[in-house]
Nanobody, 115 residues
Framework: QVQLVESGGGLVQAGGSLRLSCAASGSTFSIRAMRWYRQAPGNQREFVATISSSGTTNYADSVKGRFTISSDSAKKGVYLQMNSLKPEDTAVYYC?????????WGQGTQVTVSS
């Protein structure tokens, strides 16, 4: 079992920055990869970024060059540095952990970007 708690969301003006954190607890040694997803009102949840246990990263085209995902060496958490934010980045951001064939999710943190 893995528990995930996100933090760091808030209200920011367009062009600003936010840093999201996701604290992991439980069987963190078994995490293969961690990801960020987001869901805007009326939209499906969409992939944002991922980082594997070896440190390989991948991003959605919509955030490449603006967002950076990172994790600490003990796999106790994952971070999402978001720069040059746009109003279309407004969403609830969710942390996700892959353990074997199972997915674990956090409760989400709201990010609102005003124009």
């Amino acid at each position: 079992q893995v528990q995930l708690v996100e933090s760091g969301g808030g209200l920011v003006q367009a062009g600003g920055s936010l840093r999201l954190s996701c604290a992991a607890s439980g069987s963190t040694f078994s995490i293969r990869a961690m990801r960020w997803y987001r869901q805007a009102p009326g939209n499906q949840r969409e992939f944002v970024a991922t980082i594997s246990s070896s440190g390989t990263t991948n991003y959605a085209d919509s955030v490449k060059g603006r967002f950076t995902i990172s994790s600490d060496s003990a796999k106790k958490g994952v971070y999402l540095q978001m720069n040059s934010l746009k109003p279309e980045d407004t969403a609830v951001y969710y942390c996700n952990a892959i353990v074997g064939l199972r997915d674990y999710w956090g409760q989400g943190t709201q990010v609102t970007v005003s124009s």
